[in-house]
């Protein structure tokens, strides 16, 4: 049988008391039970708050004991005692009533629970609280507000109370003094909530007065016809507040006037001769004064009306000293911001250089250092790609699949590098016409077989966890990991590749190979297992750069398309046969474009066109890039 609890110092008992009130609340009376429970001081207070607002309390018929149910969805259902925790036994669903408070109630309720979770142990609980009071902010808020902005610990907890808390004391607080300090803390801060707390205090409302009015925090008095209001916007105001007659539209006075002709004249004059506007005004001034026609004003009348009125723009605020804080405190704020969106925008230009040095890197030795041009290095970039999604095909564990994938797509295009060169290349070295020509002709070859393979739909290369969120600073400044990434893959193989050409014996036959190949034979270096090397060198490292790319971008067949020019355009511009610079070339290049981006952020086609005429113009004034080679090279 069940039992009902009579404990006077329980929830159970406080309850019952108000029995009806719980069970049929209404945002009137709600508050008289919320106040009740509130000041029990009852540890149990706060879950059962949760669970009335969340339509989670129930009713059993028999006795009115409130409980809650183990599953809802149970037949028959477990009973909770409410105070204790412990089973009550069980009830189908026709011996138990949930309770179902309204939406209004609801808030009512999330309102008072707010004040314990504020202070609750756990962090989420916390946060659950400053959103409730974000949505629905209230004077009574403060006091709780600044209590735990003493008590907080947590780092993010005390950022978002260092910004709800002033926006609060600026929203109800009744002294000047104690909201301008508020203002005054907020200065700088470029958060979003922030902004969004200074903002509306600028807001104003723009106004038509005979006079300037006494007493009014008025923002800008405006002229009628300046770059701010125009003078139809102006008059329209007038117009809508009465203090100005309608403007007609010319083509209601056409119909006046030509319902008003009377044998070949209106207003006095012949119908010939009202192709004028000076003629159509007089006609229509004539039918007015006689009663013909609704006046309409004229150009004078305008200027005389927009004369004799003031357009104001009046802050909403209206204490002054208010908005003249909020104005200096967002003005470093927004000096902030700038600062800010430039870094941001120095970031995003490094993040694309970094994708151009990796997508140029191999180019710089078969281009740079060889001379060849390889229409197909964008396809290598692509092979590297694909390698790294056939591992995660097999390898699940995202950041192993990685592991394995960079040497393996080193492995795969050095080979397939290798082989271009054995059965095409070395015949046609010194020939680039006929190099280009055998090598755009493999290019589409190979994107049509991997077509064939793998289909024309995107293929998926996803980064580990740990490289798929977001450096964030602040609300302004942020970079995505996998960026941070590829920045730091760039840098590894700057130095790998500087190390390999000016540091070891390979680099220093490379170098003899490509710059007097007939003497490095003669010192005992085979010039044509130098090439190959090289080459295959060069195709390895693209095939790197496409497993890196493949983590941001799709992983498509013709994906090597879109940077087979942006790689030209850095070699040629950092210096052929250079790979220092290949990475001046890289950063210039990717800064400039991020930075017309930013200037023209609707159409990135146009900044892709910039960039080639400037790439143009580049090349007439330094023929050899930022960094020329000396040598004999040079002269080739």
Same mark, same amino acid.
């Given at each position: 049988?069940?039992?009902?609890?009579?404990?006077?110092?329980?929830?159970?008992?406080?309850?019952?008391?108000?029995?009806?009130?719980?069970?049929?609340?209404?945002?009137?009376?709600?508050?008289?039970?919320?106040?009740?429970?509130?000041?029990?001081?009852?540890?149990?207070?706060?879950?059962?708050?949760?669970?009335?607002?969340?339509?989670?309390?129930?009713?059993?018929?028999?006795?009115?004991?409130?409980?809650?149910?183990?599953?809802?969805?149970?037949?028959?259902?477990?009973?909770?005692?409410?105070?204790?925790?412990?089973?009550?036994?069980?009830?189908?669903?026709?011996?138990?009533?949930?309770?179902?408070?309204?939406?209004?109630?609801?808030?009512?309720?999330?309102?008072?629970?707010?004040?314990?979770?504020?202070?609750?142990?756990?962090?989420?609980?916390?946060?659950?609280?400053?959103?409730?009071?974000?949505?629905?902010?209230?004077?009574?808020?403060?006091?709780?507000?600044?209590?735990?902005?003493?008590?907080?610990?947590?780092?993010?907890?005390?950022?978002?109370?260092?910004?709800?808390?002033?926006?609060?004391?600026?929203?109800?607080?009744?002294? /000047?003094?104690?909201?301008?300090?508020?203002?005054?803390?907020?200065? &700088? =801060?470029?958060?979003?909530?922030?902004?969004?707390?200074?903002?509306?205090?600028?807001?104003?409302?723009?106004?038509?007065?005979?006079?300037?009015?006494?007493?009014?925090?008025?923002?800008?008095?405006?002229?009628?016809?300046?770059?701010?209001?125009?003078?139809?916007?102006?008059?329209?105001?007038?117009?809508?507040?009465?203090?100005?007659?309608?403007?007609?539209?010319?083509?209601?006075?056409?119909?006046?006037?030509?319902?008003?002709?009377?044998?070949?004249?209106?207003?006095?004059?012949?119908?010939?001769?009202?192709?004028?506007?000076?003629?159509?005004?007089?006609?229509?001034?004539?039918?007015?004064?006689?009663?013909?026609?609704?006046?309409?004003?004229?150009?004078?009348?305008?200027?005389?009306?927009?004369?004799?009125?003031?357009?104001?723009?009046?802050?909403?605020?209206?204490?002054?000293?208010?908005?003249?804080?909020?104005?200096?405190?967002?003005?470093?704020?927004?000096?902030?911001?700038?600062?800010?969106?430039?870094?941001?925008?120095?970031?995003?230009?490094?993040?694309?250089?970094?994708?151009?040095?990796?997508?140029?890197?191999?180019?710089?030795?078969?281009?740079?250092?060889?001379?060849?041009?390889?229409?197909?290095?964008?396809?290598?970039?692509?092979?590297?790609?694909?390698?790294?999604?056939?591992?995660?095909?097999?390898?699940?564990?995202?950041?192993?699949?990685?592991?394995?994938?960079?040497?393996?797509?080193?492995?795969?295009?050095?080979?397939?590098?290798?082989?271009?060169?054995?059965?095409?290349?070395?015949?046609?070295?010194?020939?680039?016409?006929?190099?280009?020509?055998?090598?755009?002709?493999?290019?589409?070859?190979?994107?049509?077989?991997?077509?064939?393979?793998?289909?024309?739909?995107?293929?998926?290369?996803?980064?580990?966890?740990?490289?798929? &969120?977001?450096?964030?600073? =602040?609300?302004?400044?942020?970079?995505?990991?996998?960026?941070? +990434?590829?920045?730091?893959?760039?840098?590894?193989?700057?130095?790998?590749?500087?190390?390999?050409?000016?540091?070891?014996?390979? +680099?220093?036959?490379?170098?003899?190979?490509?710059?007097?190949?007939?003497?490095?034979?003669?010192? +005992?270096?085979?010039?044509?297992?130098?090439?190959?090397?090289?080459?295959?060198?060069?195709? +390895?490292?693209?095939?790197?750069?496409?497993?890196?790319?493949?983590?941001?971008?799709?992983?498509?067949?013709?994906?090597?398309?879109?940077?087979?020019?942006?790689?030209?355009?850095?070699?040629?511009?950092?210096?052929?046969?250079?790979?220092?610079?290949?990475?001046?070339?890289?950063?210039?290049?990717?800064?400039?474009?991020?930075?017309? /981006?930013?200037?023209?952020?609707?159409?990135?086609?146009?900044?892709?066109?910039?960039?080639?005429?400037?790439?143009?113009?580049?090349?007439?004034?330094?023929?050899?890039?930022?960094?020329?080679?000396?040598?004999?090279?040079?002269?080739?």
């Amino acid at each position: 049988m069940p039992q009902r609890v009579h404990a006077q110092d329980d929830l159970q008992a406080l309850l019952q008391d108000n029995a009806e009130m719980v069970a049929d609340p209404s945002r009137r009376t709600v508050q008289e039970v919320l106040d009740i429970l509130s000041e029990s001081g009852l540890a149990m207070v706060p879950q059962f708050l949760s669970r009335w607002e969340a339509r989670e309390v129930y009713q059993r018929d028999s006795d009115g004991v409130f409980v809650y149910v183990e599953d809802a969805d149970a037949d028959p259902l477990t009973l909770i005692d409410i105070s204790t925790g412990a089973a009550l036994g069980t009830a189908t669903s026709r011996e138990v009533t949930q309770l179902r408070p309204n939406g209004g109630v609801r808030r009512v309720i999330s309102g008072a629970l707010v004040q314990f979770q504020v202070a609750a142990e756990d962090p989420l609980q916390r946060a659950t609280a400053l959103d409730a009071i974000e949505n629905r902010p209230d004077a009574s808020h403060l006091p709780l507000l600044r209590a735990r902005l003493e008590a907080e610990t947590d780092p993010q907890l005390q950022d978002r109370l260092a910004i709800i808390l002033p926006r609060l004391v600026i929203t109800f607080a009744q002294d /000047e003094a104690e909201r301008i300090a508020a203002i005054q803390s907020l200065a &700088g =801060n470029v958060s979003l909530g922030a902004r969004a707390t200074l903002n509306p205090l600028l807001a104003t409302e723009l106004e038509v007065h005979a006079e300037t009015p006494e007493g009014a925090n008025i923002a800008e008095i405006l002229t009628p016809g300046s770059g701010e209001l125009s003078v139809d916007a102006a008059y329209q105001m007038l117009v809508d507040e009465g203090l100005a007659p309608a403007l007609i539209p010319g083509s209601d006075r056409l119909a006046v006037l030509s319902a008003n002709v009377v044998d070949g004249r209106v207003g006095g004059l012949p119908t010939a001769t009202l192709d004028t506007e000076a003629n159509r005004d007089q006609a229509y001034a004539a039918l007015v004064a006689e009663g013909l026609a609704e006046p309409a004003p004229t150009a004078a009348d305008i200027a005389a009306s927009l004369a004799a009125y003031q357009f104001i723009e009046i802050y909403r605020e209206p204490d002054q000293n208010i908005t003249d804080a909020a104005n200096e405190a967002l003005g470093e704020t927004e000096f902030n911001v700038g600062v800010f969106r430039f870094f941001d925008l120095s970031l995003d230009g490094i993040s694309l250089a970094s994708i151009y040095f990796l997508a140029a890197i191999g180019l710089a030795i078969t281009f740079g250092v060889m001379g060849v041009i390889n229409m197909a290095h964008g396809e290598f970039i692509m092979m590297g790609a694909y390698t790294g999604y056939v591992v995660q095909t097999a390898v699940s564990n995202y950041t192993l699949s990685i592991a394995i994938a960079i040497p393996l797509a080193f492995a795969v295009t050095f080979a397939a590098g290798v082989l271009m060169e054995r059965s095409v290349i070395r015949w046609l070295y010194h020939r680039p016409l006929e190099t280009l020509l055998a090598t755009f002709g493999i290019s589409i070859a190979l994107q049509q077989i991997v077509r064939q393979i793998f289909g024309t739909q995107a293929r998926p290369l996803t980064p580990p966890d740990w490289l798929a &969120g977001s450096v964030v600073v =602040n609300d302004v400044l942020a970079i995505s990991s996998i960026r941070i +990434g590829i920045f730091l893959l760039g840098v590894v193989f700057f130095l790998l590749l500087w190390g390999i050409l000016n540091r070891t014996r390979l +680099g220093l036959e490379v170098r003899a190979v490509t710059q007097n190949p007939r003497m490095a034979a003669s010192m +005992g270096i085979n010039p044509d297992r130098i090439n190959m090397l090289t080459f295959g060198l060069g195709s +390895g490292i693209a095939g790197i750069a496409g497993v890196a790319i493949g983590l941001f971008s799709q992983v498509v067949p013709d994906m090597g398309s879109g940077y087979i020019v942006q790689s030209f355009m850095t070699v040629v511009v950092g210096g052929v046969g250079n790979v220092f610079g290949t990475l001046v070339g890289a950063t210039m290049i990717g800064s400039l474009q991020k930075a017309i /981006e930013w200037l023209n952020p609707s159409n990135t086609l146009a900044a892709q066109t910039y960039m080639i005429l400037f790439v143009i113009l580049f090349i007439q004034f330094r023929p050899r890039g930022i960094i020329a080679l000396k040598g004999r090279a040079a002269g080739d």
